[in-house]
């Protein structure tokens, strides 16, 4: 319907309503059909225009009634008062008389009928109009600000079928409460309580500023009901407009495993990052491509995006070019395999960067088990070729992403890159370039985690395998690890090996049985089969061996390591002769030298402080 439709509407309803009213109460008042009929003529014409015209003036019939609320009803009030006050005005004028029951009783029906039709139109539109064919009926986790305001978009928009039945609140002060119809009935405690009382199918978690320790409370609670959680988007993008009230996500897992995000000290950051040239190798990867999001935001003058494969490489390219266009930042791109050291060498000497954050290596522990000649080409002596370049252009600092794995390794993958830890200690010593290790466990999300594996089994219908019921894990976002890597390289002097706090560990099988519990699946339903551990792996990871043990932070979630004694000999003779040695040899080599087992000529320790 059109606007100057909806006007004719209104105008005629409320005309009709009117003269309804000055009938009545003619007859209510005098109880005479054959009064003057001037003065009725005068009154009929009189509060008319009069109501139309406050009607225009107050804006009244450019009201959406959908919405009808108390400041329509105020609306109303002001026009209905103001045209009878000037109907008596002129009816007082022209005939010196007023009947003062007949005024009330046409205030009144006026007052009555007019916001009676239009509360009348909303409460049947809404309950009956709009409402979906089938309703998932929906509990509400927190009653506050936008707990309410959720409620109230689910109960107008047409185009969901979530229909709120309850809230959920920890505060005494609304619980027992009535929200817009709905009853705040309990706490946290009491979700799966009165998910059964209302025969709830989904719920939403409504407090965009929860932490993620309250999250993680919460879900526990959710988690004993078959209903299908939900959560609010985050508070900075509800504010910014990216997303809408309604637009619920489901709950990652990375809700639950994720710590709340540590504070970076941006002055410290912008001195060496901001206005510099930024080297980032392995630019296409999980861990790269997020140091290259956060160091863009600090304003380098040109940042080069190194990587082997193309397509990663051009989507970073292009989103950080989208996404940070105005910022005057240099991006360039580089496709190099870092194994290549004259092509490694010759992109250095071109753009000669002040920092290089080293985040290029293979990291699938079973793969580098079965081709143990590439982890060392990669991991060993790509990060030498690239330590050496960084080194003879003078770089004024080398950030080396390393490994849970490369503590007491009993893995390929984790030697190797315990190997090129040694290597980048080494080169510190004999470099005006300070070189630091940062070293931390499993990221959430990244191209080598189990979650995606866990996610596409429970797609399948299941079962979801995990190799060992003891099997724990530490976890950490994948912007969290790159926030406190670029934080590192504020930090070093040179040689040190940095250890992220990663928080408790986590057991395999219980983010397995929360994976299964997100998507919606019953655990029994789904199923977790145990396959036996996997060669090289370990029950439990270590971020530090017992001889580097620092308990010192030197930043919040930041721990200095201290060096233990570093051999380069045997490491030069193993990249010299690896090529002649069989796979099996070669793995054996690899984890006695990553080990300290069997070293010829043991280099001078290396002291490191803080």
């Not at 046409?106 to 009348?120: D, Q, T, V």
């Not at 299908?228 to 990375?254: A, C, H, N, W, Y």
């Not at 408790?504 to 099988?509: N, R, S, W, Y």
Request: proline share 4%; with cysteine; aromatic share 8%.
């Amino acid at each position: 319907m059109t606007y100057r439709q909806r006007m004719s509407l209104f105008i005629f309803i409320d005309s009709c309503i009117i003269l309804s009213s000055i009938l009545v109460s003619q007859l209510l008042v005098t109880s005479d059909v054959n009064a003057p009929v001037l003065p009725l003529v005068v009154t009929v014409i009189a509060i008319l225009l009069s109501h139309l015209f406050f009607a225009y003036k107050l804006k009244l019939y450019r009201k959406a009634w959908e919405y009808a609320s108390i400041g329509e009803l105020i609306l109303i009030l002001k026009t209905v008062t103001y045209s009878l006050l000037t109907t008596v005005g002129l009816h007082f004028l022209f005939f010196q008389m007023v009947y003062p029951r007949a005024v009330v009783v046409i205030w009144m029906m006026n007052l009555l009928i007019i916001g009676g039709s239009r509360f009348i139109w909303r409460i049947y539109r809404d309950n009956y109009l709009l409402q979906p064919k089938t309703h998932k009926r929906t509990l509400i986790i927190g009653a506050g600000a936008a707990g309410t305001m959720v409620a109230r978009q689910l109960q107008n928009n047409r185009d969901t079928d979530l229909l709120p039945v309850a809230f959920i609140d920890d505060s005494p002060k609304k619980q027992r409460l009535d929200i817009f119809g709905i009853p705040v009935v309990g706490g946290v405690d009491q979700i799966q309580k009165y998910v059964e009382k209302f025969d709830v199918e989904n719920i939403i978690i409504a407090i965009p500023s929860l932490s993620r320790k309250g999250i993680q409370n919460i879900f526990k609670e959710c988690a004993k009901t078959n209903a299908k959680t939900q959560i609010l988007p985050m508070l900075e993008d509800l504010v910014t407009g990216k997303v809408s009230v309604t637009q619920f996500r489901d709950v990652k897992v990375e809700d639950l495993l994720g710590r709340d995000p540590v504070d970076l000290d941006i002055n410290q950051i912008s001195g060496y990052v901001s206005g510099q040239v930024i080297l980032v190798t392995g630019a296409g990867g999980s861990i790269g491509s997020e140091i290259s999001r956060q160091i863009v935001k600090f304003k380098p003058r040109q940042l080069i995006l190194l990587g082997h494969g193309e397509n990663s490489i051009h989507a970073i390219e292009m989103e950080l070019k989208e996404i940070h266009s105005g910022m005057n930042v240099d991006i360039r791109t580089e496709i190099a395999d870092i194994q290549d050291d004259q092509k490694i060498m010759d992109i250095f000497s071109s753009y000669r960067p002040d920092v290089v954050y080293h985040a290029a290596a293979h990291k699938h522990v079973p793969l580098m088990e079965r081709n143990p000649e590439e982890a060392v080409k990669n991991n060993v002596i790509g990060t030498f070729n690239v330590a050496k370049a960084a080194s003879w252009s003078n770089a004024g600092r080398f950030v080396m992403i390393s490994s849970d794995k490369a503590v007491n390794p009993t893995s390929v993958m984790g030697a190797t890159k315990r190997l090129a830890e040694i290597i980048i200690q080494n080169m510190n010593k004999v470099s005006e370039t300070k070189f630091v290790a940062v070293r931390f466990g499993n990221v959430l999300g990244s191209r080598g985690s189990v979650i995606p594996i866990f996610t596409k089994q429970i797609e399948k219908g299941g079962p979801v395998k995990v190799t060992h019921p003891d099997m724990v894990r530490f976890f950490m976002t994948i912007p969290e690890a790159s926030s406190l890597v670029i934080q590192a390289g504020a930090l070093t002097q040179g040689g040190e090996i940095f250890v992220l706090d990663m928080g408790e560990p986590v057991k395999i099988v219980d983010l397995a049985q929360n994976l299964i519990k997100l998507s919606g699946n019953n655990v029994d339903e789904i199923g977790v089969e145990f396959t036996g551990i996997r060669p090289g792996e370990k029950l439990y990871e270590e971020l530090l061996k017992d001889e580097e043990v620092e308990r010192e932070q030197v930043y919040p979630k930041i721990h200095l390591g201290r060096a233990t004694d570093m051999v380069m000999d045997d490491i030069e003779d193993l990249i010299e002769n690896y090529h002649h040695l069989d796979k099996h040899t070669l793995r054996e080599q690899l984890l006695s030298l990553a080990n300290n087992e069997g070293l010829s000529r043991p280099g001078s320790p290396v002291s490191i402080t803080s």
